[in-house]
């Protein structure tokens, strides 16, 4: 195998974020401490949502809202089976059933009649997950919620920094999940937060965070702190630590610049592969800014997988994004899914490969894709 010339994915780091990273092992605080809170305190102000709990992965934010909004056993929780395992497997965690409804074939986002029609006495939730960075229909998401009183828990994994209607995704769901794992539009190596406007939901999952003991717990250590503390719940080790955080506060400060890098390049990558009648591109709605963590692309005729290989020939680094949940082993003994179940999901998912797209590609690198792609489906191979 030749080495990849264009991985699929890299992360941007700066001297920043290295420095930072240096003083805080030389603060002797490492763990959850001071940079975590002004890591917070920085996501707070850039989505506009009232509190921001950081953790240590976006999967542990998904559980910990889901488990502090008291979903559990006998209830439903209804979500896309077009996502990554984390959306499906938390929901299983609590001990609730998770529901899927297939998406729309235009943005490949939660349906939000296919969640009407899902609607059992025993809903609780809704898990939309804004898939490539492209935000749900969240009007239509929170009004089936208000008339059914449903709690919604946003997986915002992709969407950090996307906006529906003008404003960011963080502030209209319960609760709001954002990953920082390394592929993401930002990060903190692995990390993840909850964002959400309720200050009692914000408390108990700062307590749910850590063990279930009291509030500042995390001080404990340090002249400010005491040894005495309470289990109030019986929680997780789910904290962020200061060494992620220190990544953190200077990634969201570039996290617009990175963006518009993305969404310059998906635009780019668009205007070529719409006159290419052979490929499917991804459709971008008015009302949102889609900040495209990925790129899908579908192709119509040509072999997903051989085009992969051919890509990997070409030294260029290809995913596909998702194999839908409901097609896993698990999912398929567990709750009996089958092929078949979600027409649209499995239709998109046969058809879609992801392109690299990051800001530390150059236009270069996008043309030599653009490229490559052409010559692939035109057999032009060298
Ligand atoms: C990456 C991802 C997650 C999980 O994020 P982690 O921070 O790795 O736990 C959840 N949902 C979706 C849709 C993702 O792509």
Redesign the pocket.
Known sequence: MKEIDIPYCLPLIGDEEISEVVGALKSNWLTMGPKTIEFEGLISEYTGAKHTIAVN????A?HLSLIAHGIGKGDEVITTPF??A??GNTIVHTGARPVFVDIKKDTYNIDPDKILEAITSKTKAIMP?HYAGQPCDMKSIMEIADDYNLIVIE?A??AIGAEYNGKKIGCFGDATCF???AT?NMTTG???AITTDNDKMADKLRVLRLHGISKDAWKRYSNQGSWFYQIEECGWKYNMTDIQAAIGIHQIKKLDDFSKVRREYAHIYTNEFSQIDDLVIPYEKQDVKHVYHLYPLLLKNYTRTKFIEKMAEKKIGCSVHFIPLHLHPYYKNAFGFKEGDFPNTEWVYEREVSLPLYPMMKYDDIEFVIKAIKNILQHIDP
């Open positions: 992965s976006c999967t542990a998904l996502t990554f984390a959306t997950v997986d994994a992709h990953s920082f794992y993401k692995e990390g993840g």
